[in-house]
């Protein structure tokens, strides 16, 4: 088993490029778009495409690491034991199909439940976020600097439209509530970037009712990386092998909206 984590950092940013160069050229073809669970929920032959790409070459990279994406073409895992990749061959399918901007190629490395590498490739910017557990956590070549404390009044919060609505199944007034307090509210419809921009320090939150463990996996590891905090909404940590909740941030923003605003109130 391959676990000389520097070879496999390399072998990651290689297949992560050469995706974002596949999906980039894509763009100049006619896409191939369905729908999954509902009307919104969009997939296209890169998706597929992707994320089959991702599959193989890890397989023969080291046949004893799995891979977990969202497609379907990896393995089916119960747990994070041995070398897991969690991959999300493109998270922002809605924004890939309308916009081509504002997705990202999303990788998340674990050893036995324990993140190592963490990637999330902006494919149009050219934009790598990037971290190894302990190491530091990178843009491009440019180290991110650990997140600094932040007043919750001064504070930019990624939260999506649906959530501070009425909505059966949504506690939209705890979240309205917290929209009132902070200077300002951002939505991307990427979670992985929603995630960059927290390890950036470009949002100091980002609340969410429902994801997959693709769409946290890769972000975590780098969040973490700078003193960042990733939970759920119950401030409980995420198995990644099930949907759940997501609420990251800024370590002081996330103490303050977790005490004041969801606890016990979810
Ligand atoms: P995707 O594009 O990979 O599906 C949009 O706000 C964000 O939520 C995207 O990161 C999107 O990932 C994710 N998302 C969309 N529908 C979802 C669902 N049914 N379950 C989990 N995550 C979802
Ligand atoms: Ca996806």
Redesign the pocket.
């Known amino acids: 088993m391959t676990t000389q984590w520097n070879e496999v950092d390399e072998f990651a940013k290689k297949l992560i490029y050469n995706a974002g160069s596949t999906i980039r050229k894509s763009f100049s073809s006619t896409l191939n778009i369905e729908t999954?669970?509902?009307a919104?929920?969009?997939?296209t032959n890169m998706?597929k495409e992707i994320e089959q790409y991702f599959v193989k070459e890890v397989n023969q990279f080291d046949s004893s690491h799995k891979i977990m994406g969202?497609e379907g073409y990896g393995d089916s895992l119960s747990t994070l034991e041995g070398v897991v990749w969690i991959v999300?061959?493109?998270?922002?399918?809605?924004?890939?199909v309308h916009q081509q901007r504002n997705?990202a190629i999303?990788v998340g490395i674990y050893h036995n439940g324990t993140g190592k590498l963490g990637y999330i490739y902006d494919v149009v910017a050219d934009e790598l976020y990037h971290a190894h557990s302990g190491k530091g956590a990178y843009l491009n070549d440019t180290p991110i600097p650990p997140l600094k404390p932040a007043r919750l009044s001064e504070a930019i919060l990624a939260v999506?439209a649906t959530w501070v609505t009425p909505h059966s199944k949504v506690p939209y007034e705890v979240f309205g509530a917290l929209v009132h307090k902070v200077r300002g509210t951002r939505?991307?419809?990427?979670?992985?970037?929603?995630l960059a921009y927290v390890a950036c320090g470009r949002l100091d939150g980002y609340l969410?009712m429902?994801?997959?463990p693709?769409?946290i996996a890769g972000g975590k590891i780098i969040i973490e990386e700078v003193g960042g905090v990733v939970t759920n909404l119950h401030n409980q940590p995420h198995t990644l092998t099930n949907?759940d909740s997501l609420f990251a941030g800024n370590p002081s923003v996330h103490e303050e909206i977790y005490t004041e605003y969801l606890r016990g109130k979810l």
């Open positions: 999954k669970s509902d919104n929920d969009l997939v998706d969202e999300d061959p493109i998270d922002g399918t809605m924004n890939f997705f999303s999506n939505s991307y419809g990427s979670a992985a970037l929603e969410t429902r994801l997959s693709w769409d949907k």
